[in-house]
């Protein structure tokens, strides 16, 4: 009786955990619309507020949907297609930015989450395991996830079981979810123009 009361507390610490963990990444997670009908999402990465999602998803005119409702005009500061990212800047100084992790260390049968705005409907989560990582090599490199991504998804947070953001989900391929590492996202970043920089 005492081991099964200790295994109900344990899981519903857990449960609680989990839930604390998916709420604080789903405020950093915004849905980016563009021109046409299609949506992607993106994180609110660093302090200074600048949106990261897919490059395929950020085409002007852009508009943002905040967490809270907020919908503000994005300013496209800088994309990347060949390892499909993009930098947006909104008017706006109050955004909850996510916390970001170490790509490089993540190891294979980690417990990863994403969430994004799939088929454009409100934040939703899956959950996988990390399957591979291609860390060196003359292909992009790409973190890939035993879990379920949809449209609507590319542009979102992959988060460690933390909610520490270690990649931007891109694309599904031979049914696996790739994400761009956040070792790559941060050298992209890096080579944003100063003066973006500073504001981050």
């Known amino acids: 009786m005492a081991a099964a009361g200790a295994s109900r507390a344990i899981r519903s ?5 989990l839930a604390d963990t ?15 009908p299609r949506s992607g999402s993106g994180v609110v990465w660093g302090a200074g507020g600048v949106i990261v999602t897919n490059a395929h998803v950020a085409s002007p005119p852009i508009r943002v949907i905040l967490s809270d409702g907020r919908r503000l005009s994005g300013r496209l500061l800088a994309r990347d ?7 947006i800047e909104l008017d706006a100084d109050d955004l909850p930015p996510a916390i970001v992790g170490d790509s490089d260390r993540l190891r294979v049968g980690e417990l990863v989450i994403a969430t994004g705005h799939a088929h454009g409907l409100p934040v939703a989560l899956t959950a996988g395991v990390i399957h591979a990582i291609s860390r060196h090599g003359p292909t992009p490199a790409f973190i890939q996830a035993d879990l379920r991504l949809a449209p609507g998804n590319s542009g979102g947070p992959l988060a460690d079981a933390r909610g520490s953001v270690v990649g931007i989900n ?9 994400a761009v ?6 050298r992209f970043l890096a080579a944003v123009p100063p003066s973006v920089a500073a504001a981050r």
Request: some cysteine.
């Open 13 to 17: 610490w857990l449960e609680r955990d």
């Open 22 to 36: 998916v709420a604080r990444l789903c405020r950093s997670t915004v849905q980016v619309l563009g021109p046409g």
């Open 81 to 87: 297609r060949g390892c499909d990212l993009a930098a």
């Open 170 to 178: 891109t694309m599904v391929t031979g049914g696996l979810a790739c």
């Open 181 to 186: 590492p956040s070792r790559v996202v941060q």
